[in-house]
C-alpha cells in the first residue's frame, strides 16, 4: 500500500557535490547505516531530509472538492490537485497551508485539522513529506493564481485528471472512490 523510494543519497539528482562548510569535495561513506555524502576534511556530513508540504482540502456547500489545474513551467501541468506548496523555513505549517491556497485560489480559509499525511516521491530530486489540513474559506475570491492556471470545485464523482498519486490516496481513503485516476 505505502510507496518506498530506497534510493542511496549519492545517486539524488541535485545532491550536494562539495562540503558546505569547507567546500571540499564530498565522498560517499556508510553513516547511521546508510550511504551519506561526508566530507573527508571536516568530517561533514550531509543529511539529505525531505521538504515539508502543505496542502488544504476544501469543500463547498455542494459538498464538491477545490483543485487546482497546475500551470505550465510546475510539476505535472495540466493535471489537478489539492491547493498546496512548499512550507518555508521558519514558517508555521498551518500559515504555510494558508498562504499557498491563497496564492494558488485567491481564497482566504482557516486551516483546521489534518487529514492525511504521506511521503511523496514523484519527484526524486524535491522529496517531501506532505501534510493535508482541513480549511473553511473565510473570505477571498476564487481565483487562480501562483502557479496554477485554473480554480474549481468538484463533485467526487467527476474528478479531473489528478497530478498527484498522494492526492488520489487521500481520496481514495474517504471511502467514496474506487475508481480515481491520478499520476
Known amino acids: ?29 556508510v553513516v547511521a547505516g546508510q550511504i551519506r555524502m561526508r566530507c573527508p576534511d571536516c568530517g561533514y556530513v550531509h543529511f539529505r531530509n525531505p521538504g515539508v508540504g ?10 464538491r472538492l477545490l483543485l487546482i489545474k497546475r500551470a505550465k513551467g510546475s510539476t505535472k501541468p495540466g493535471l489537478w490537485a489539492i491547493p498546496a506548496g512548499y512550507v518555508d523555513y521558519g514558517e508555521e505549517v498551518r500559515a504555510a497551508a494558508a498562504r499557498e491556497l491563497r496564492e494558488e485560489t485567491g481564497l482566504e480559509a482557516d486551516v483546521g485539522d489534518v487529514v492525511w499525511v504521506a511521503s511523496n516521491f514523484h519527484d526524486p530530486a524535491k522529496l517531501t513529506v506532505g501534510i493535508w489540513f482541513l480549511g473553511t474559506v473565510t473570505g477571498g475570491r476564487l481565483e487562480a493564481g501562483d502557479d496554477a492556471e485554473e480554480a474549481a470545485f468538484f463533485a467526487l464523482s467527476n474528478l479531473p485528471p489528478l497530478a498527484f498519486n498522494t492526492d488520489v490516496a487521500y481520496l481514495r481513503s474517504l471511502g467514496a472512490l474506487a475508481n480515481v485516476a491520478g499520476d
Open 54 to 63: 502543505a496542502a488544504v482540502v476544501v469543500w463547498d456547500d455542494q459538498d
Open 1 to 29: 500500500m505505502w510507496e518506498t523510494a530506497l534510493v542511496h543519497t549519492h545517486e539524488w539528482p541535485g545532491e550536494f557535490t562539495f562540503c558546505p562548510r569547507c567546500a571540499a569535495k564530498l565522498e560517499s561513506a
